[in-house]
Nanobody, 123 residues
Framework: QVQLVESGGGLVQAGGSLRLSCAASGRTFGTYGMGWFRQTPGKEREFVTAINWSGGRTYYADSVKGRFTIFRDNAKNTVYLQMNSLKFDDTAVYYC????????????????WGQGTQVTVSS
């Protein structure tokens, strides 16, 4: 079992930056692909970015490509999301999630989820 705890959310002005962290418990963190999703009220959870178990492959939604960067430190059991050039439309609750297999863009592929952290971008 893996427990995930996100941190780093907050209020930021448009054009600003935030770095989210997702700390994982358990010795098997390095075997999981990790992803970040986001959700706003009344909408489905949306894929943002993903990284494979080693960190050698990353994937991004078109809406964040070139602005967001995902990376991981398996020695620290942590995955990060660096968000630059934030826009009002990036406002959402951000969740990290762990998957053992399956399509990285599908929420259903992920076995474990964090509780979420709110990111609010003021225009």
């Amino acid at each position: 079992q893996v427990q995930l705890v996100e941190s780093g959310g907050g209020l930021v002005q448009a054009g600003g930056s935030l770095r989210l962290s997702c700390a994982a418990s358990g010795r098997t963190f390095g075997t999981y692909g990790m992803g970040w999703f986001r959700q706003t009220p009344g909408k489905e959870r949306e894929f943002v970015t993903a990284i494979n178990w080693s960190g050698g492959r990353t994937y991004y939604a078109d809406s964040v490509k070139g602005r967001f960067t995902i990376f991981r430190d398996n020695a620290k059991n942590t995955v990060y999301l660096q968000m630059n050039s934030l826009k009002f439309d990036d406002t959402a609750v951000y969740y990290c999630a762990a998957r053992a297999s399956g399509d990285y863009w599908r929420p259903e592929s992920h076995l474990y989820w964090g509780q979420g952290t709110q990111v609010t971008v003021s225009s």
